[in-house]
């Protein structure tokens, strides 16, 4: 009935969880070990994206959980958020991406920054998959860097026109709809781009050996014209888009430790059953070690995010707070996934086993929301007040 | 249509059981308990009857927190309302069925569905003793169920074949796998399920006729063995199954 995953909770953080939150947590654990492990090697074998899951995922009732019920949400706790990142992305990390952008990066600003005509109507549908939306800031020349993009909006009659291109944009190619932003008079604004917009297209991008089940897309947009309804009217510059990706960098830091804690209980699990020099390889003090190293960072960032949820809940978490969060738990998880890796042996290199694709997957998650050194750096810059980027 | 559904919560099957220091009963500890997966058929089950033919479903668990708890999965699945038949335990099977009729009774079911069996102590018991209590037909270990009108028809699987039954409503069904899909909770189902009262009713308390002696452990099994690996083991595998195994 299950895969026999066994999570760790070396400090017993279950007793600090509510009963609707460990009820949230465990449905989409057992939604996982059904529907995800069993093919989700093959469809990263096979570079696919399983479209199945996209419905499956809105029944449970995944995308927007946090917003209130008249969205399509269901009024969840930060943690419950959480939660469902860390299970999801135990799973893998595309699946959990693709929630993480139909919620913190789509449903999000349309919720935070549109119009109530706006929220009413693409929120309900967003919650049901009935759309499908992606995210557009980053561009080819334009990264770590965003506020010098040069994707432009220029006034038009009573709408707009677009011109530009966005690049590594999750979803991009299946997407109904784009959460865009692009430059207005000199000013950060957030536009939404539906699908079939004369000079809107977006090419899947090919030939990657990470985020394998995951869409990635570029985004053309050559002179489309926009209505002007398309406008998010309450995002003003650089902070609106900032805003959403501290939504998603806020999952991730839970989703990352839900990729680790998928590689501790690979390792522990094979380390007591492969057996080497006549006794099981747990038995020896070098892997031990490594074991004892990957509970004690999955045990601390648990900590971390669970401390990170709560303030979030009471408004009271800063970007860098997530920033802390999110660079730890990509750090962290990528080194575990490596040393599940080596105590997998040979065997670690195949899609057999779910370390490898942990591993290949977390290089793209400690770089996608901001870079691990760019995190880096706004902690800095917290701590001394002095940018060192700029 | 009025269904009601029994349910029990029971240690998961992934789950290290572990003998309590009185040898009569599991040490509770760090076992994760869910729905009994026969009952999440009876759920299911009870759902789409609903679904086709309108009217609400009622869960009822007998026990402590723990029954609460099966009681919230179930509502959390789509269950309409919820019965607790409050219990510290101390019954046997026909106590824990009686307690469940005399709940069940007065109430107006049409239709009651549990799981052919609980898995933990997989006794099968409850479900024909609480039919029998409140003398209405059932069928037990049931794969497909129609109703038309106040008539069922059930379909079980026997040795070699089928049986199929008809039965006037009001009756029991116990609910085999393959009876249908369960459907997973939602997390909308979930947050209802929190705003839900849970009726509590105390259990007829009845003497019971038996006892659990002792529990012991099934014998360990000796640790298995890999003799190699690909097409060059097989010779060697071979000769131990014929020569140490005798089982060829």
């Given at each position: 009935m299950d895969s026999g995953y066994?999570?760790?909770?070396?400090?017993?953080l279950d007793e600090l969880l509510t009963e609707d939150e460990r009820m949230v947590r465990d449905l989409v654990r057992e939604w996982v070990d059904r529907e995800v492990i069993p093919i989700i090697g093959k469809a990263a074998d096979e570079g696919k994206f399983p479209f199945h899951f996209i419905r499956q995922m809105a029944e449970l009732g995944l995308y927007g959980p946090t917003l209130p019920e008249r969205y399509g949400g269901a009024g969840l706790s930060e943690i419950a958020y959480g939660l469902i990142m860390q299970e999801l992305e135990r799973g893998d990390t595309g699946i959990r991406s693709f929630a993480s952008v139909q919620s913190g990066l789509v449903m999000f600003p349309i919720f935070r920054y549109g119009t109530e005509e706006q929220r009413q109507k693409y929120l309900p549908k967003l919650a049901s998959a009935e759309l499908i939306g992606c995210f557009g800031l980053t561009e080819p020349n334009y990264g770590s860097d965003p506020g010098s993009m040069i994707t432009i909006a220029t006034k038009d009659g009573t709408g707009y026109r677009l011109n530009g291109a966005k690049m590594w944009i999750t979803n991009g190619t299946v997407a109904d709809l784009a959460v865009v932003w692009a430059k207005l008079d000199g000013v950060v604004r957030g536009f939404v781009v539906e699908k079939g917009l004369q000079g809107f297209s977006a090419p899947e991008t090919k030939m990657k050996w990470s985020l394998r089940a995951s869409v990635t897309s570029e985004l053309v947009f050559d002179d489309v014209k926009l209505s002007a309804d398309a406008l998010l009217p309450e995002a003003k510059g650089l902070p609106g888009p900032l805003s959403c990706l501290t939504q998603a960098r806020y999952g991730i830091a839970w989703g990352t430790i839900g990729a680790a804690m998928a590689c501790f209980d690979e390792a522990l699990s094979y380390a007591k059953q492969r057996v080497q020099f006549s006794k099981p390889i747990a038995s020896f003090q070098?892997?031990?070690?490594?074991?004892?190293?990957?509970?004690?960072?999955?045990?601390?960032?648990?900590?971390?995010?669970?401390?990170?949820?709560?303030?979030?809940?009471?408004?009271?978490?800063?970007?860098?707070?997530?920033?802390l969060a999110k660079r730890n738990g990509c750090e962290q998880a990528l080194k575990i996934a490596r040393m599940s890796r080596d105590i997998l042996g040979a065997a670690g290199i195949t899609y057999e086993f779910q370390s490898g694709r942990h591993m290949v997957n977390l290089e793209s998650v400690i770089t996608y929301e901001g870079t691990h050194d760019i995190h880096t750096l706004a902690i800095g810059a917290d701590l001394t007040g002095i940018e060192a980027y700029r | 249509m009025n269904i009601a559904v029994l349910v029990k919560l029971v240690p998961d099957t992934e789950a290290t059981i572990k003998i309590d220091a009185d040898r009569r009963k599991i040490a509770a500890g760090e076992i994760n308990f869910v729905l009994n997966p026969y009952d999440e058929f009876a759920v299911e089950e009870g759902l789409r009857q609903k679904e086709k033919a309108g009217g609400q479903v009622t869960v009822i668990s007998l026990g402590g927190d723990e029954a609460a708890k099966a009681l919230r999965n179930a509502l959390a699945i789509g269950a309409d309302e919820a019965i607790q038949v409050k219990s510290n335990g101390g019954l046997d099977m026909l106590g824990i069925a009686k307690a469940l009729a005399d709940?069940?009774?007065?109430?107006?079911?049409?239709?009651?569905?549990?799981g052919k069996q609980a898995v933990d102590d997989d006794c099968g018991a409850v479900g024909a003793m609480v039919a029998e209590f409140l003398d209405i037909p059932h069928v037990s270990i049931v794969t497909k169920l129609d109703i038309e009108g106040d008539k069922l028809t059930a379909t079980r699987e026997i040795e070699g074949g089928v049986e199929v039954f008809e039965a006037n409503l009001p009756a029991l069904i116990t609910a085999q796998k393959g009876l249908n899909e369960p459907r997973y909770a939602s997390l909308k189902g979930i947050m209802a399920s929190k705003k839900k009262v849970i009726e509590e009713v105390a259990a007829t308390i009845s003497t019971p006729k038996v006892e659990v002696i002792t529990l012991t452990y099934p014998p360990q099994r000796p640790p298995g063995r890999i003799v190699g690996q690909g097409v060059d083991a097989v010779p060697e595998l071979v000769r131990l199954l014929r020569e140490e195994a005798k089982v060829l």
């Open positions: 066994k999570a760790l909770d070396y400090l017993k070098l892997v031990q070690n490594k074991l004892v190293e990957m509970a004690s960072e999955i045990t601390k960032a648990q900590l971390l995010n669970y401390r990170l949820g709560q303030l979030k809940q009471a408004g009271k978490m800063t970007h860098q707070m997530v920033s | 709940a069940i009774r007065g109430r107006g079911f049409d239709l009651i569905l549990a």
